[in-house]
């Protein structure tokens, strides 16, 4: 049987080698498919190459490159840099083209994420907005100033969609160990927690009010799988394009939480006077968060996933008690700890 051809940025990354690791781990999809994978330098190329993928030496400023890869390509997965908008355009122009596939209508899976549901909160307050995926007419009115909206927007061009099947899954904050051959920590909670470590307490934007959905990285990378497979198999059985906007979530917290705990485990570690958390002055936000982290752990991005579990049958497996995400935090004061 012909094998497909899957095209991958990212996968040296957090999320795309976690998921690349679980599609050479899953029987269903470790020898049906070729894998080639972009890497930007000559270390990576060898690592990847040990897995028996593919290695592709550039970047996604290279849009040649790019374009040629996503003309041979059945199925490509584009994990690397969200806001990116050349290389979705590189990979139009190849997807477009009638090359040396096997699928008549190849696939382009793209990993967004719930910032673009951000809000100015600040951590003033929770937001009241919650945004399902089972309800794609909300969320193609987000405003074109969205975090990551104006990729999402060429994914979704009425061009493209006419002769490529496409799909935006869009996690929110991602926690969890990965199983990536590089990169395997996540960046949004250990940003603070690396913050407590390095100023010895714990600082807070605004009162912590503002709430994140969540989802382990396993969990991702298993609806990743069955996305995947399905977009192949059953693609007329899915939800694409326009209507092809997967949230994928297990709950959610608020970062006066994950504050608390970091607090309590910093105090547990020795390494603060106390497990108090504090407020930042508003004249010491630029010396104590970098600028994204206002915007990032200040504000609201609350997502509710319906289309994965009705359509591929996708349900989480971690964190179903709640201990987990708080082990992770203190994990994750650890490791800082360690690295300072």
Same mark, same amino acid.
């Given at each position: 049987m012909t094998k497909l051809t899957i095209f991958i940025t990212g996968q040296t990354g957090y999320i795309g080698g976690t998921v690349v690791d679980h599609l050479l781990k899953n029987p269903e999809t470790k020898d049906k498919f070729v894998y080639r994978s972009l890497v930007r330098s000559a270390d990576n190329a060898k690592t990847i190459q040990a897995l028996g993928i593919t290695p592709v030496l550039g970047s996604l400023d290279d849009s040649k490159l790019l374009s040629d890869e996503a003309a041979k390509a059945d199925v490509i997965l584009h994990f690397a840099d969200a806001d990116h908008l050349p290389a979705i355009h590189a990979f139009a122009k190849g997807l477009l083209q009638q090359?040396?596939? $096997?699928?008549?209508?190849?696939?382009?899976?793209?990993?967004?994420? #719930?910032?673009?549901?951000?809000?100015?909160?600040?951590?003033?307050?929770?937001?009241?907005? !919650?945004?399902?995926?089972?309800?794609?007419? @909300?969320?193609?009115? +987000?405003?074109?100033?969205?975090?990551? @909206?104006?990729? &999402?927007?060429?994914? +979704?061009?009425?061009?493209?969609?006419?002769?490529?099947? #496409?799909? %935006?899954? *869009?996690?929110? #904050? %991602?926690?969890?160990?990965?199983?990536?051959?590089? $990169? @395997?920590?996540?960046?949004? !909670?250990?940003? +603070?927690?690396?913050?407590?470590? =390095?100023?010895?307490?714990?600082?807070?934007?605004? =009162?912590?009010?503002?709430?994140?959905?969540? !989802? $382990?990285?396993?969990?991702?990378?298993?609806?990743?799988?069955? +996305?995947?497979?399905?977009?192949? $198999?059953?693609?007329?059985?899915?939800?694409?394009? @326009?209507?092809?906007?997967?949230?994928?979530?297990?709950?959610?917290?608020?970062? &006066?939480?994950? *504050?608390? !705990?970091t607090a309590d485990e910093l105090h547990k570690q020795g390494i603060a006077q106390d497990a108090k958390v504090y407020d930042t002055p508003h004249d010491k936000e630029g010396e104590y968060w970098i600028p994204i982290a206002v915007i990032y752990l200040g504000g609201n991005s609350r997502s509710r996933s319906v289309i994965g579990g009705k359509y591929l049958g996708w349900k989480a497996t971690h964190d179903l008690d709640g201990k987990e995400f708080e082990q992770y935090i203190r994990d994750e004061v650890k490791r800082a700890a360690h690295k300072a």
């Open positions: 090359g040396h596939r $096997h699928l008549a209508r190849p696939v382009l899976i793209y990993n967004s994420g #719930t910032g673009v549901l951000l809000d100015g909160a600040k951590g003033a307050f929770a937001s009241k907005d !919650i945004y399902s995926d089972d309800d794609p007419d @909300r969320i193609l009115a +987000l405003p074109d100033s969205a975090n990551h @909206r104006n990729v &999402e927007l060429a994914v +979704l061009d009425p061009k493209l969609n006419e002769h490529v099947d #496409t799909y %935006i899954v *869009s996690p929110p #904050t %991602i926690w969890g160990t990965g199983t990536g051959p590089v $990169h @395997r920590h996540s960046i949004q !909670i250990p940003l +603070l927690v690396g913050n407590a470590v =390095k100023h010895r307490k714990v600082y807070r934007i605004g =009162k912590g009010l503002n709430r994140w959905s969540k !989802i $382990h990285v396993a969990d991702l990378a298993n609806l990743y799988v069955l +996305l995947t497979l399905k977009s192949v $198999h059953q693609p007329n059985d899915l939800p694409k394009g @326009r209507k092809g906007y997967y949230f994928v979530e297990n709950g959610e917290y608020a970062f &006066e939480d994950v *504050s608390t !705990i």
